[in-house]
């Protein structure tokens, strides 16, 4: 059999790729109305049609293309979380508290569910405990990075096939959260009455429109400070990162800089004057850095990756799926408030449980824009899913993967 032949695309052009999907996604957005009741993202519309395009072209025998985009996807991410820290005011850090301690406890409690979950759908496919492992809290909550982190450990303990399905397996999770969150949160806001008639949907009717939004308007000026800012804001982050490392801390880049993004925000916050303009240019930029992540998240996966899993497995991920839908909707929401600013914390829940907090972001973003946006989801959410999360899920991992061991003999 002929080698299948690698393309090897460039960073500057998966960037105009990402784009590309998207304009195709808001294309497609104003031309199904289906897509825009139940709030799925243009990131997310279009960059999965290119990832299906991608397939297919591999299945075909065609070419498989190999994408450059992991430093500028990076960049993007840590802009975001700073952005995210920027809106953040004083007022929200105090009224947030409360809440960020609940959901940290209830993303811990979902992080222990997935493996108890996963443990129990094994057994009764009768697979190995080691790989159902490889369906729960470590592809989920974790993502592809706890999946790259902790599948070793079951690989050295016998388990052979272990980093391959922890790879699918997070890749089966990001495409469910970007489908289910939306449609979740719509369902929520629907079924509980939460909507406001004289708010919602300003911001989605001007953009199908073509119309401007009739948000604050700014300035060349505050969208350029904006992204000065931020790049400050990032700047902080890796300094905060590189000296707590010095010390033996090890705190993610995109927690640090988001960290930044707070910083600024009180120093503009103690200044004299009306900043709001400037506040909403650095919101610009976040909801910009965002849109690209997502959308190169999602163009660069290998779909193919999912083919090789049997009906055990399978299972398992649709088990995962229906067991957070119906997590979030009982806890989740109604542990936060049972308000609106619940129910958008609820899809963003979905979003990081299935693995990847961008999906929580995006998904909440465009609930938000068909009724109206949520400054406390968006604080709380990336807090615990860029953070307190994935300190406890590593804890709760290994107390799993110890018990996985003991159930299959490895000491």
């Given at each position: 059999m002929e080698e299948l032949k690698v393309l090897k695309i460039d960073m500057f052009t998966t960037l105009m790729l990402a784009v590309l999907a998207i304009y195709f996604g808001d294309f497609l957005r104003k031309k199904i109305p289906v897509l825009v009741k139940y709030c799925l993202p243009a990131s997310v519309v279009g960059g999965t049609i290119f990832a299906?395009?991608?397939?297919?072209?591999?299945?075909?025998?065609?070419?498989?293309?190999?994408?450059?985009?992991?430093?500028?996807?990076?960049?993007?991410?840590?802009?975001?979380?700073?952005?995210?820290?920027?809106?953040?005011?004083?007022?929200?850090?105090?009224?947030?508290?409360k809440l960020v301690v609940i959901f940290a406890v209830l993303a811990a409690v979902l992080a222990a569910?997935?493996?108890?979950?996963?443990?129990?759908?094994?057994?009764?496919?009768?697979?190995?405990?080691?790989?159902?492992?490889?369906?729960?809290?470590?592809?989920?909550?974790?993502?592809?990075?706890?999946?790259?982190?902790f599948a070793p450990i079951a690989v050295?303990?016998?388990?052979?096939?272990?980093?391959?399905?922890?790879?699918?397996?997070?890749?089966?999770?990001?495409?469910?959260?970007?489908?289910?969150?939306?449609?979740?949160?719509?369902?929520?806001?629907?079924?509980?009455?939460l909507e406001d008639p004289m708010l919602d949907g300003k911001e989605e009717?001007?953009?199908?429109?073509?119309?401007?939004?009739t948000g604050i308007l700014m300035g060349k000026n505050q969208i350029i400070q904006a992204v000065f800012l931020m790049c400050v804001a990032i700047g902080i982050g890796r300094l905060v990162t590189n000296g707590l490392k010095s010390v033996g801390v090890d705190l993610p880049i995109h927690v640090s800089c988001m960290f930044g993004g707070i910083l600024v925000r009180i120093f503009y916050d103690l200044k004299k004057g009306n900043h709001d303009v400037l506040y909403e240019a650095i919101d610009s930029v976040g909801?910009?850095?965002?849109?690209?992540?997502?959308?190169?998240?999602i163009i660069t996966m290998k779909l193919w990756q999912l083919s090789g899993l049997g009906i055990a497995?399978?299972?398992?991920?649709?088990?995962?799926?229906?067991?957070?839908?119906?997590?979030?909707?009982?806890?989740?929401?109604?542990?936060?408030?049972?308000?609106?600013?619940?129910?958008?914390?609820?899809?963003?829940?979905?979003?990081?449980?299935l693995g990847a907090v961008p999906v929580s972001m995006t998904t909440m973003q465009t609930v938000c824009k068909k009724y109206r946006y949520s400054k406390l989801a968006f604080f709380v959410v990336p807090v615990i899913g860029g953070f307190i999360s994935n300190l406890s899920n590593a804890v709760i991992i290994t107390k799993f993967l110890n018990y996985a061991k003991h159930l299959v003999g490895v000491a």
């Open positions: 299906l395009v991608s397939m297919g072209l591999y299945y075909a025998n065609i070419v498989e293309l190999d994408f450059d985009y992991k430093t500028v996807n990076q960049l993007f991410y840590c802009i975001f979380f700073a952005a995210s820290g920027a809106a953040a005011s004083m007022a929200l850090l105090k009224k947030g508290g569910c997935q493996n108890a979950l996963a443990l129990a759908v094994g057994h009764l496919f009768n697979v190995n405990p080691l790989i159902s492992m490889m369906t729960g809290s470590i592809p989920m909550t974790g993502g592809h990075g706890n999946a790259a982190a050295e303990a016998g388990a052979s096939a272990a980093m391959e399905v922890a790879i699918a397996s997070a890749t089966f999770g990001l495409i469910s959260g970007c489908i289910v969150g939306g449609p979740l949160g719509n369902f929520i806001i629907k079924r509980h009455k009717k001007a953009e199908m429109s073509g119309e401007e939004s909801e910009f850095s965002l849109g690209l992540f997502v959308s190169m998240s497995l399978v299972a398992l991920l649709v088990a995962q799926v229906i067991f957070i839908l119906i997590f979030c909707y009982f806890l989740t929401f109604r542990l936060l408030g049972g308000d609106y600013d619940a129910a958008v914390m609820a899809v963003g829940h979905t979003g990081f449980g």
